[in-house]
């Protein structure tokens, strides 16, 4: 059995996760829309442990994909979904385009259904997805991505009473250096060192720091229907 089906593992929090688990030796499955992407992703998780790694091409915001996906898997024990797309997101609401809103609705939220929807009955642990800091604390430029983020609460809630005694939760990550950044076309480095200084941990979140809350919510057999914050003491500031 696969030990992990990770959803946006080629790259970031997801592709951090994997390196985890094959280097403790345990088998996973990435999945992304990118086959170059996971091919390379691949190559490296290979060079980190024992476990074996399987790449899986798939469009989660499409449920011929997302059927297909699991229709080639045998049982998991747990799946996590990082897959997320900012492109074109951030701004005043006004000027979102509809198509860009409904692109990050049907990635993050409606692609989060899917999962749960056709992991039934192939996942025997747990379901795990991806929120984010904006869904608590919005800052006026993402509402789009903050909607869709805080929807994923109620959707883990939901599901963790159909899906029982399969457990469903939420991480959601602060500050996060990951290549989601680059597609913003800013110096994030600089940004980051004045992130940093806001943030009651003074430093910008790692993703290693977000595959260990997975982890974390992965491994305990009690915790359920939760949202795990992993921000850096941001919600407070």
Do not use: C
Request: net charge neutral.
């Amino acid at each position: 059995m696969t030990e992990a089906m990770i959803i946006g593992g080629g790259s970031g929090m997801g592709f951090a996760l994997a390196r985890v688990l094959v280097a403790d030796g345990k088998d996973v499955t990435i999945v992304g829309r990118s086959t170059e992407r996971l091919t390379a992703a691949r190559a490296e998780l290979m060079r980190a442990g024992d476990g074996a790694v399987q790449v899986m091409r798939a469009d989660i915001g499409r449920e011929d994909d997302v059927a297909e996906l699991f229709a080639g898997t045998g049982q998991v024990g747990h799946v996590v979904v990082t897959a997320a797309d900012a492109t074109g997101v951030y701004g005043p609401t006004t000027r979102v385009s509809v198509d860009t809103a409904r692109d990050v609705v049907n990635t993050k939220l409606l692609g989060a259904w899917l999962v749960g929807k056709h992991a039934a009955g192939k996942v025997t642990g747990s379901l795990t997805f991806t929120s984010g800091i904006n869904a608590y604390r919005p800052n006026g430029s993402n509402t789009i991505m903050a909607a869709a983020n805080g929807a994923l609460a109620s959707l883990a809630y939901g599901l963790a009473i159909e899906m029982a005694p399969v457990r469903v939760n939420v991480v959601s990550p602060g500050w996060v250096d990951t290549p989601i950044w680059n597609q913003l076309g800013m110096d994030t480095q600089a940004v980051f060192a004045e992130l940093a200084e806001k943030l009651p941990a003074r430093r910008i979140g790692a993703p290693g720091d977000i595959a260990d809350a997975f982890l974390a919510v992965m491994r305990n057999r009690f915790i359920t229907a939760t949202v795990l914050h992993v921000d850096g003491g941001h919600r407070l500031t």
